[in-house]
């Protein structure tokens, strides 16, 4: 069972920028896609970003393309979401995940995805 632990959020304004990371232990994630969900108060989880087992390979919420970037270090087992040009809308507990395969499927539904982290809080600031 692999165990993933997010960082890097916090506080920002609107406009500003934050790193995410997500780093594995217990199994390497290099063979799997992994993707990026985040859930505000009151909704439901979403998803953001996911990316292939070799980086190849993204796809991101509509909302998001062009100011999110999800990349991978396999050496690392560590995956990042740089957010940029965040907007308070994007307010919300980030959460990285491990997708049951390697390659993306075009569907990100949470059932897609077998292990997840603890999260952590993103809020943007107007």
């Known amino acids: 069972q692999v165990q993933l632990v997010e960082s890097g959020g916090g506080l920002v304004q609107a406009g500003g920028s934050l790193k995410l990371s997500c780093a594995a232990s217990g199994r390497t994630l290099s063979s799997y896609a992994m993707g990026w969900f985040r859930q505000a108060p009151g909704k439901e989880r979403e998803f953001v970003a996911a990316i292939s087992w070799s980086g190849g390979s993204t796809s991101y919420k509509d909302s998001v393309k062009g100011r999110f970037t999800i990349s991978r270090d396999n050496a690392k087992s560590t995956v990042y979401l740089q957010m940029n040009s965040l907007k308070p809308e994007d307010t919300a507990v980030y959460y990285c995940?491990?997708?049951?395969?390697?390659?993306?499927?075009?569907?990100?539904?949470?059932?897609?995805?077998?292990?997840w982290g603890q999260g952590t809080q993103v809020t943007v600031s107007s």
């Open positions: 995940a491990q997708a049951r395969s390697s390659y993306l499927s075009g569907s990100y539904n949470q059932a897609s995805f077998g292990s």
